[in-house]
C-alpha cells in the first residue's frame, strides 16, 4: 500500500504538470495485468467464463483479452458491470464484429439512458445513443453490461508517435468541421483522428466518450482546446473530466450498417 497524498514534482523545463499525485515505486506491491488475471477472474466468476469463451469460440486470441475494472482488482460485485481489454487493433474489431452479429449489442432503453446519465455528455441523448449504437464495443451477456475496450499490442505500441503525447501551448477553444483521413486509432487512449483542415492536423479526445466516435471519410464537427506544438497544431478534446463544452459529432448520419 502507497501512502495517501504522495506527490512528485517534475521538471517544469520539460513542460510536465507539477504536483502530481503518484505512488512511489517502492511502495507499488503488484501490477495486476488484465490478460494475466483473466483465468482467475473466470474461473470465479459464471458471467466472465460465458462472455471470454464466447469471444475465443469465435476466433479471438485468448492471450490478447484481459479484464480490467472492479473485477481486475476484486472489487467487483454481483450488480458490476464487465470490463473486456483486448489488444490488437485486428482482434479487437473481430470481437465487435462478433458482439454485433449476435445480437449483444442491442441494449434495452433503461441501459442507454443509464450510460447517459453516468456520461453526462455535451450531445443531446439522442445524438449519444446514434454515435454509440455504432461503436459496436459494448452489449449485454444475459442481464450483465459489458464493455470492450482497446489496448495495443506490443507492436503497434511500437508504432506510437510520440508527438501525440507531446505537451502542446494551449492557443484557446474553437469548433471545427473536417474530413477524417486516418481514424486507426479512434479506439485508443487518447483516440486520434487525423483529419482535412487548413490550420488542424488532427483531433485528440481524452475521453472515452469522444473515442470511436467517428471513421475514415466521415465529415464530423468537433469542439476543443487548440494545442500547437512544435510539430503541428492539434485539437484536444476531454481536457477536464466532465469535457465541459466539448465534443465530436459526424455531420450526416451514415447508414445503419456502417
Excluded at 470481437?95 to 441494449?107: C, D, I, P
Excluded at 489496448?151 to 501525440?164: F, P, T, V
Excluded at 483522428?193 to 470511436?212: D, M, N, Q, R, V
Excluded at 476531454?238 to 465534443?247: L, N, S
Aim: proline share 3%.
Amino acid at each position: 500500500m502507497a501512502r495517501e497524498g504522495t506527490k512528485k514534482k517534475f521538471n517544469a523545463s520539460c513542460g510536465s504538470v507539477q504536483n502530481v499525485h503518484s505512488v512511489p515505486r517502492r511502495e507499488v506491491k503488484e501490477i495486476l495485468r488484465p490478460e494475466e488475471r483473466l483465468p482467475a477472474v473466470a474461473g470465479r466468476d459464471e458471467r466472465v467464463r460465458s462472455l471470454f469463451e464466447f469471444l475465443k469460440e469465435r476466433g479471438v486470441q485468448g492471450e490478447k483479452i484481459g479484464i480490467t475494472g472492479s473485477f481486475l482488482c476484486g472489487l467487483n460485485t454481483e450488480k458490476s458491470d464487465l470490463d473486456f481489454v483486448v489488444y490488437g487493433r485486428e482482434n479487437f474489431d473481430l470481437a465487435r464484429s462478433v458482439v454485433e452479429q449476435e445480437g449483444m449489442a442491442e441494449l434495452k432503453e433503461a441501459v442507454w439512458r443509464q450510460i447517459y446519465e453516468k456520461r453526462q455528455p455535451a450531445l443531446s441523448y439522442d445524438d449519444f445513443v446514434a454515435h454509440e449504437r455504432r461503436k459496436k464495443n459494448r452489449g449485454v451477456v444475459g442481464e450483465t453490461y459489458f464493455d470492450i475496450l482497446f489496448a495495443r499490442d506490443w507492436e503497434e505500441i511500437g508504432r506510437l508517435d510520440k508527438r501525440n503525447y507531446e505537451r502542446g501551448e494551449r492557443v484557446g477553444y474553437a469548433e471545427i468541421t473536417a474530413v477524417v483521413k486516418d481514424a486507426s486509432f479512434a479506439f485508443d487512449s487518447p483516440a486520434i483522428y487525423e483529419i482535412e483542415h487548413p490550420e488542424i492536423s488532427k483531433i485528440l479526445s481524452f475521453t472515452h466518450t469522444y473515442a470511436g466516435q467517428a471513421f475514415a471519410g466521415e465529415e464530423i464537427a468537433a469542439r476543443g482546446v487548440v494545442e500547437r506544438t512544435k510539430h503541428e497544431t492539434r485539437l484536444v478534446v476531454g481536457t477536464t473530466r466532465e469535457a465541459r463544452g466539448e465534443w465530436i459529432i459526424f455531420c450526416v448520419l451514415p447508414p445503419a450498417n456502417t
